[in-house]
C-alpha cells in the first residue's frame, strides 16, 4: 500500500504572471538582462522544433486554447532573498520549443497562417488573450533543478506521424459524413 504523503512534492511555484505576448520579448529580455536568465543550460536538448512544427504551435496558440501555454523557470533565490546557496542559475525548465517558436513569431521570422506578425491588422497590439503563463519556482539545488527537468520529460511518448495521419482520416471521414 502506498500512501498520497509518501510522495516527494516538488514546491509549487513561488511566482505565476500571465504574461501577454505584447510583452513577451521585453520581458525575457529583462529576465536575461537583469537576473541572468539562461534560456538554453546545460541540461536543456536545445532548440529541436522544426520551422514547421514551430509554425504549427504558433498557429494552434493563435486560437486562443488553454493548455500549452505554460513556461517553467528556476531561480534557487526567488522570492527568497536572505537564502544563500551555491546554485544561483536562473534557468529555464521547460517550454523552449514553445518560447522560441513564439518569440521567433514576434521577431518576424515565421509565419503563422501565411502571415508574417507585422503584417497582422493591429501590429503593434497583438490581443492579450494571447499570452504564456511563467511560472517560476526556486529549487535550491540543480541536483533538484535536474530531476524536475527529467520528472517534467521522461514520461510522454511523441505521436508518431502515421498515427497523426490515422486521426486527420478519421477527421476527414467525420466532415464527410457531417
Known amino acids: 500500500m502506498y500512501h498520497w504523503d509518501t510522495i516527494k512534492k516538488f514546491p509549487h511555484a513561488n511566482y505565476r504572471v500571465t504574461a501577454p505576448w505584447s510583452h513577451l520579448e521585453r520581458m525575457i529580455k529583462d529576465y536575461q538582462d537583469d537576473q541572468g536568465l539562461i534560456l538554453c543550460p546545460d541540461f536543456q536538448r536545445g532548440h529541436v522544433w522544426t520551422e514547421e512544427q514551430q509554425i504549427r504551435f504558433v498557429e494552434f496558440a493563435l ?20 537564502r544563500k546557496t551555491k546554485y544561483n542559475e536562473f534557468v529555464l525548465v521547460d517550454g523552449l520549443q514553445r518560447l522560441t517558436a513564439v518569440l521567433k513569431f514576434l521577431g518576424n521570422e515565421i509565419p503563422a497562417y501565411g502571415c508574417w506578425r507585422k503584417d497582422y491588422t493591429g501590429y503593434a497590439h497583438i490581443p492579450v488573450d494571447h499570452h ?47
Request: proline share 7%; aromatic share 10%; net charge negative.
Open 63 to 82: 486560437k486562443g486554447p488553454d493548455s500549452g501555454l505554460e513556461i517553467y523557470l528556476n531561480h534557487p533565490n526567488w522570492m527568497h532573498f536572505s
Open 132 to 178: 504564456f503563463n511563467i511560472n517560476i519556482a526556486s529549487l535550491p539545488t540543480k541536483a533538484e533543478v535536474l530531476q524536475w527537468y527529467i520528472d517534467f520529460n521522461a514520461g510522454g511518448t511523441p505521436h508518431d506521424p502515421l498515427e497523426i495521419e490515422r486521426v486527420k482520416k478519421l477527421l476527414e471521414e467525420e466532415r464527410d459524413a457531417s
